[in-house]
């Protein structure tokens, strides 16, 4: 099928960036003529702000969303052989994290209504080996942990919480990072908070972790050329913290007007037989993904390319099925089989703060029009 040119980028980081130049290019110029690149003043002012704006007494910046995962389960004492249980509908880098601490990623099946990882199913794989389970806020949309959490004490796990998608959510009236557990954030460029180029960062609330995490991300070097653990390089460099701490003022108007979309797009989509997310009050989802489900998903994908309307899948394949862990013994599809139905039927349709009514209004009529085409009718409603 020919495409028409874009009309409706799925995300667009220019108009982001031209709103607000002059104070990024001022805290850019102000890094450069320090000639602070690494650590410092502005990572620690960054640390400070996102502490502050979720309420949490640490703030651990680091080199990316996956380093701040690989080092929390490293600062929860994770080692070789142990298990720790993530969602099968997550990015790569939860379960990946996992695997390069020398630690085996167990795969949870995940919720229809939410999309976040199902109790039962977690406590199903709980085996003596088992030490964490990483619950992922996916696609900005909090989730309720009082339950996972009674799980985990009752067996004496740790939850580490994947929150790369969940900047300003917040949960029973707490941001997500502030709960006190080890939380991990990315700010990669398409993120509700996204820097230029890669960052990332840790919550938490105890002293000890927090000065774990402090010496391995720069090598557990606690002063130069004094090295009292084996870490790594994953600083968050200045620049990008600068950068962070410019765009961490407008996070919260951001959030806003992604939900205003969300809300925009659950108006006009609601009545047909396609499967819109639901808008938990206050701020429960920061709508980083307006995910809808719809059976013939891969039909209307196509059908919004040509015309013009950029969409994406996230994820196409739930992690126990990817080529990467064959290895694990779940190369039969069948095992995770919310996950599964999901990657079939999940779209995520252009949203960003600088995203137009008209172009909400464009993208719904799209939308609406494949419904109503009498042979997509039979296919389209989601499981
Ligand atoms: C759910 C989830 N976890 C982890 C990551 C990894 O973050 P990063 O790309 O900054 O390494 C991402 C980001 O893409 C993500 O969406």
Not at 69 to 80: D, F, H, M, P, S
Not at 213 to 219: C, N, Q, S, V
Not at 269 to 278: A, F, N
Request: hydrophobic fraction near 40%; include cysteine.
């Amino acid at each position: 099928m020919n495409s028409n040119p874009i009309t409706v980028r799925f995300l667009d980081l220019n108009s982001q960036f031209e709103s607000v130049r002059p104070e990024i290019m001022d805290a850019i110029d102000r890094v450069l003529v320090s000639g602070q690149f690494v650590g410092g003043q502005w990572v620690e002012q960054f640390e400070e702000q996102f502490a502050r704006f979720v309420g949490s007494r640490y703030a651990i910046g680091v080199g990316s969303g996956t380093a701040a995962l690989e080092l929390a389960l490293k600062a929860a004492g994770i080692v070789v052989g142990d298990e720790v249980i993530v969602p099968a509908n997550s990015f790569f880098a939860t379960a990946e994290a996992v695997s390069n601490v020398g630690a085996r990623p167990v795969f949870a099946d995940v919720d229809f209504g939410t999309f976040h990882l199902n109790t039962t199913s977690v406590e199903r794989l709980i085996t003596p080996r088992t030490r964490a389970i990483i619950p992922v806020h996916l696609y900005g949309r909090a989730m309720q942990l009082a339950e996972l959490q009674e799980l985990a004490d009752r067996h004496g796990l740790t939850i580490i919480e994947d929150a790369a998608q969940a900047h300003g959510t917040e949960c029973d009236g707490v941001r997500v990072g502030g709960s006190g557990r080890l939380t991990c954030f990315s700010f990669y460029p398409g993120k509700n908070l996204g820097a230029y180029g890669d960052a990332g960062l840790i919550t938490c609330s105890d002293p000890v972790q927090a000065e774990r995490l402090r010496l391995l991300r720069d090598h557990g070097s606690p002063a130069k050329y004094v090295h009292v653990l084996v870490g790594t390089n994953s600083r968050l460099d200045s620049l990008q913290a600068a950068v962070l701490s410019v765009k961490l003022r407008y996070l919260r108007d951001w959030n806003a007007r992604r939900v205003e979309h969300a809300k925009a797009y659950a108006a006009r989509l609601r009545k047909s037989c396609i499967h819109v997310p639901e808008i938990p009050s206050g701020r429960g989802h920061n709508f980083h993904l307006f995910v809808v489900r719809v059976r013939n998903r891969d039909a209307l994908l196509q059908q919004l390319q040509a015309n013009g309307i950029e969409s994406r899948i996230h994820y196409p394949q739930p992690l126990h099925l990817t080529p990467a862990y064959q290895d694990l013994g779940y190369s039969k599809p069948g095992s995770l089989p919310v996950s599964e139905a999901l990657a079939t039927e999940i779209l995520s349709l252009p949203m960003y703060p600088e995203l137009k009514d008209k172009q909400i209004e464009q993208v719904s009529d799209t939308v609406l029009q494949f419904l109503a085409r009498a042979d997509a009718q039979e296919m389209v409603t989601a499981t």
